[in-house]
RNA sequence: GCCCGAGUAGCUCAGUUGGUCAGAGCAGGCGCCUUGUAAGCGUCAGGUCGUCGGUUCGAAUCCGACCUCGGGCUCCA
């Protein structure tokens, strides 16, 4: 037998006998490899370290370090879960199992449509740990799909995706040639489980370990209602004990951030179980946010050169079957109601109102382009489990925008337009922010090609044109027309979906809209649909988990709160008040009728970004003592006039 | 909508195998304290234990239905 040679990462070779391994490899390089090698990437494939390698491969040791590591780690823990879970019930049967960010899950039938407790997934958890410390290795097997069959004879999920793959109707892109070629893997441990899986797997389980079975969940087969209910069971997994406790630390830190907990200690909203499910009223401090968000959001319109409008919350069925909502939408609208003979549904969405103002009058190519805005209420029926707080509810608050061009027109406006966005987003301290550019769906749409081809054209190039990153997701577009979508990044790195702008060909056409052209002959516009922030409900959500409830000073709904040292000082705190308020500073003098240090952990618990403490020298010397929130120690002696400098800085640069 | 879980004072929670189990802290009212930077002391009031029905001599506790809330239902062997 000859040797090969195989190419490393750093451009360096290696000669190893024929038949070598990827274990063969890592333990050639080193031994502190070998100890954390898990997975081989031959040509840019990831397999198993146990497979041989072939002469003249590019080849690289894969350890926890990378994305594929720590998946292969997840897949293979997920792989533990599903063999723990079969061990104890006789019975189940298993379906699918992926790594998932962060972790993995597994779903699974138990017999008799059992479902899992929590206290199951503690024994499970410790059956999990008899299999790690057993130190079973993961060997992988082919076959053909016959075989497979019989393999996974009292499996029906499993047989199921045999017989896609095997058909090549799925699996083939991500699996390559695997599904292709008609070959399936599976992999058997030491004490004989197997399970479909394409791989690769970690060496042997005795390298999994930090993990934690998270909850259990119902999720449809294929993600479909049509198909049975399975039991899921979601975990996290990680390289190292430190890992798997700094990520369970952050999801306490996520869970103290949860916008209906600071709502209600907040006294900003509150969820009345009289109203219904996702319906909340708007307490005092809660709506004064609201309020300074939504004048933020009229002022940059009105400086942005958009025309204001109003439209009611309901109309008649005609408005929406012309719109195309009762034929596209029905799902998501609320249901029916018959008044005077006529059928009214309150309104999922702005656009047709907003076409109707267009529609009023007649239009010249020299009123182009035409900018309503409106911050308008829609209705929308969820399901009920989708329901979410703030952010997902039945009824909310748009800040919607239609704006009626001409072709040429488009490309100029969605430039302008993106950039108006990020501009409104950023006075709200974003600035990371991730864009999503949706094309044409398969089914249920409406247009011709060339119109949707356009409407693409125009949006990719205002995102080129403001150099924003973006990924293009096929066919996730509007019935009505592809789109844009922006994310934004909050304060602890999670995405959060706000901004949308669509293009939309269809509506003007449904509509019948014109305006007369230079040539005086009629053309038919061009509409965009945008929402900056999507619900005002929502952004104020996403900003109150983003500032974990401190927010910053020019939206908070107190700025400053002023505390006498002792009853002597009253008059002076009421003075600096007076002296807040003629400014415009929101601000609460609390008399001292409690101790120091009570109030002023009242006013830090309340996330108040300055306390000041006025005392004897500071009414001897017009001065005050500053406890600004998140500093480090209290500043005294500050003049009462710097004080207000700071301040009137603070709120110009909406810091 | 479907699966799992939860629902005790405004808030956070305790309540062992059904039998003084209706409690605590915070918040609130009142009184004392007059305070220099994250909880001073005392006292009072607050709950049909989500709702309705059932089992039982007896239910916050067990069973059923409903309501509301939470997690999940696109991550493809």
Same mark, same amino acid.
């Given at each position: 037998m000859t040797d090969i040679t195989l190419s490393l990462p750093d451009g360096s070779e290696r000669t190893l006998p024929a038949g070598a391994t990827g274990a063969d490899l890592a333990l050639d390089i080193g031994p502190g490899l070998a100890k954390a090698a898990l997975l081989v990437s031959v040509d840019g494939t990831e397999q198993d370290l146990s497979d041989s390698l072939l002469d003249g491969a590019s080849v690289s =040791?894969?350890?926890?370090?990378s994305d594929e590591g720590l998946y292969a780690i997840r897949h293979s823990t997920a792989h533990v879960l599903a063999q723990a879970v079969l061990d104890m019930w006789p019975g189940a049967t298993y379906a699918i199992g992926p790594p998932i960010e962060h972790?993995?899950?597994?779903?699974?039938?138990?017999? @008799?449509?059992?479902?899992?407790?929590? *206290?199951?997934?503690?024994? #499970?958890? $410790?059956? /999990?740990?008899? #299999? =790690?410390?057993?130190? &079973?290795?993961?060997?992988?097997?082919?076959?053909?799909a016959a075989g497979a069959m019989e393999l996974f004879a009292d499996h029906p999920y499993k047989r199921e995706i045999i017989a896609k793959v095997?058909? @090549? *109707?799925a699996g083939v892109e991500l699996s390559g040639e695997a599904g292709a070629s008609g070959v399936l893997s599976y992999y058997r441990n030491g004490d004989g489980f197997v399970d479909l899986c394409m791989g690769p797997h970690v060496p042997s389980t005795g390298r999994l370990g930090h993990f934690a079975l998270q909850k259990v969940a119902g999720a449809? !087969?294929?993600?479909?209602?049509?198909?049975? /209910?399975?039991?899921?069971?979601?975990?996290?997994a990680w390289a190292s004990k430190k890992e798997l406790s700094g990520h369970l630390h952050r999801l306490v830190e996520a869970e103290k951030r949860d916008h209906r907990r600071l709502a209600v200690e907040l006294d900003l909203v509150s969820w009345p179980e009289s109203l219904g499910p996702g319906l909340a009223v708007w307490h005092p401090r809660g709506a004064l946010v609201r309020k300074l968000i939504e004048d933020y959001s009229r002022e940059r319109h009105e400086t942005g050169g958009y025309d204001f409008v109003f439209s009611p919350h309901i109309a008649k069925s005609v408005l929406w079957e012309t719109s195309g909502h009762l034929d596209f939408y029905a799902d998501g609208m609320y249901p029916p109601m018959e008044m005077d003979g006529a059928t009214y549904y309150p309104k999922p969405m702005n656009c047709p109102f907003h076409v109707t103002v267009f529609d009023s009058g007649q239009r010249s190519y020299r009123d182009l382009p035409v900018r309503y805005f409106e911050l308008g209420a829609v209705y929308r029926y969820e399901l009920s489990g989708a329901i979410h707080g703030l952010m997902r509810s039945r009824g909310f608050t748009q800040d919607d925008s239609h704006i009626f061009c001409t072709r040429e027109q488009v490309p100029g406006e969605l430039a302008s337009l993106l950039e108006f966005t990020l501009s409104v987003l950023r006075a709200f301290g974003f600035d990371d922010f &991730?864009?999503?550019? $949706?094309?044409?769906? +398969? *089914?249920?749409?409406?247009?011709?090609?060339?119109? !949707?081809?356009?409407?693409? +054209?125009?949006?990719?190039?205002?995102?080129?044109?403001? @150099?924003?990153?973006? %990924? %293009?997701?096929?066919?996730? @577009?509007?019935?009505?027309?592809?789109? #844009?979508?922006?994310?934004?990044?909050?304060? =602890?790195?999670?995405? !959060?979906?706000?901004?949308?702008i669509q293009l939309d060909f269809t509506l003007p056409e449904r509509f019948g809209l014109e305006y007369v052209g230079s040539d005086g002959g009629r053309h038919r516009p061009v509409m965009i649909h945008r929402a900056l922030m999507g619900s005002i409900e929502r952004f104020f959500g996403v900003l109150l988990e983003h500032f974990a409830g401190a927010f910053p000073t020019w939206l908070a709904p107190e700025q400053v709160r002023v505390l006498p040292v002792a009853a002597?000082? &009253?008059?002076?705190?009421?003075? =600096?008040l007076a002296s807040l308020e003629e400014r415009g500073f929101r601000s609460l003098v609390v008399a001292a009728d409690e101790p120091l240090g009570k109030r002023v952990r009242a006013g830090k618990v309340a996330k108040v970004p300055h306390i000041l403490v006025v005392g004897d020298d500071d009414v001897a010397n017009g001065t005050v003592g500053e406890n600004k929130r998140g500093a480090d120690s209290p500043e005294r002696d500050l003049p009462l006039a710097d004080f207000l400098a700071r301040l009137d800085d603070e709120v110009d640069s909406r810091t």
């Amino acid at each position: 037998m000859t040797d090969i040679t195989l190419s490393l990462p750093d451009g360096s070779e290696r000669t190893l006998p024929a038949g070598a391994t990827g274990a063969d490899l890592a333990l050639d390089i080193g031994p502190g490899l070998a100890k954390a090698a898990l997975l081989v990437s031959v040509d840019g494939t990831e397999q198993d370290l146990s497979d041989s390698l072939l002469d003249g491969a590019s080849v690289s =040791i894969i350890t926890a370090d990378s994305d594929e590591g720590l998946y292969a780690i997840r897949h293979s823990t997920a792989h533990v879960l599903a063999q723990a879970v079969l061990d104890m019930w006789p019975g189940a049967t298993y379906a699918i199992g992926p790594p998932i960010e962060h972790g993995f899950y597994y779903d699974f039938m138990l017999p @008799g449509g059992e479902t899992f407790s929590p *206290e199951d997934l503690e024994a #499970i958890d $410790s059956r /999990m740990r008899e #299999i =790690i410390e057993l130190d &079973q290795s993961f060997e992988r097997h082919e076959t053909d799909a016959a075989g497979a069959m019989e393999l996974f004879a009292d499996h029906p999920y499993k047989r199921e995706i045999i017989a896609k793959v095997s058909a @090549g *109707e799925a699996g083939v892109e991500l699996s390559g040639e695997a599904g292709a070629s008609g070959v399936l893997s599976y992999y058997r441990n030491g004490d004989g489980f197997v399970d479909l899986c394409m791989g690769p797997h970690v060496p042997s389980t005795g390298r999994l370990g930090h993990f934690a079975l998270q909850k259990v969940a119902g999720a449809y !087969w294929r993600g479909d209602e049509s198909q049975p /209910m399975l039991q899921r069971i979601y975990g996290t997994a990680w390289a190292s004990k430190k890992e798997l406790s700094g990520h369970l630390h952050r999801l306490v830190e996520a869970e103290k951030r949860d916008h209906r907990r600071l709502a209600v200690e907040l006294d900003l909203v509150s969820w009345p179980e009289s109203l219904g499910p996702g319906l909340a009223v708007w307490h005092p401090r809660g709506a004064l946010v609201r309020k300074l968000i939504e004048d933020y959001s009229r002022e940059r319109h009105e400086t942005g050169g958009y025309d204001f409008v109003f439209s009611p919350h309901i109309a008649k069925s005609v408005l929406w079957e012309t719109s195309g909502h009762l034929d596209f939408y029905a799902d998501g609208m609320y249901p029916p109601m018959e008044m005077d003979g006529a059928t009214y549904y309150p309104k999922p969405m702005n656009c047709p109102f907003h076409v109707t103002v267009f529609d009023s009058g007649q239009r010249s190519y020299r009123d182009l382009p035409v900018r309503y805005f409106e911050l308008g209420a829609v209705y929308r029926y969820e399901l009920s489990g989708a329901i979410h707080g703030l952010m997902r509810s039945r009824g909310f608050t748009q800040d919607d925008s239609h704006i009626f061009c001409t072709r040429e027109q488009v490309p100029g406006e969605l430039a302008s337009l993106l950039e108006f966005t990020l501009s409104v987003l950023r006075a709200f301290g974003f600035d990371d922010f &991730q864009a999503k550019l $949706s094309t044409r769906p +398969d *089914e249920k749409s409406v247009g011709e090609d060339d119109l !949707w081809e356009m409407a693409t +054209d125009g949006l990719r190039n205002a995102l080129e044109t403001a @150099g924003l990153s973006y %990924v %293009v997701d096929e066919g996730g @577009g509007a019935f009505y027309g592809p789109k #844009i979508d922006v994310d934004v990044t909050d304060a =602890i790195g999670r995405p !959060w979906q706000l901004s949308t702008i669509q293009l939309d060909f269809t509506l003007p056409e449904r509509f019948g809209l014109e305006y007369v052209g230079s040539d005086g002959g009629r053309h038919r516009p061009v509409m965009i649909h945008r929402a900056l922030m999507g619900s005002i409900e929502r952004f104020f959500g996403v900003l109150l988990e983003h500032f974990a409830g401190a927010f910053p000073t020019w939206l908070a709904p107190e700025q400053v709160r002023v505390l006498p040292v002792a009853a002597e000082h &009253q008059e002076y705190a009421e003075s =600096i008040l007076a002296s807040l308020e003629e400014r415009g500073f929101r601000s609460l003098v609390v008399a001292a009728d409690e101790p120091l240090g009570k109030r002023v952990r009242a006013g830090k618990v309340a996330k108040v970004p300055h306390i000041l403490v006025v005392g004897d020298d500071d009414v001897a010397n017009g001065t005050v003592g500053e406890n600004k929130r998140g500093a480090d120690s209290p500043e005294r002696d500050l003049p009462l006039a710097d004080f207000l400098a700071r301040l009137d800085d603070e709120v110009d640069s909406r810091t």
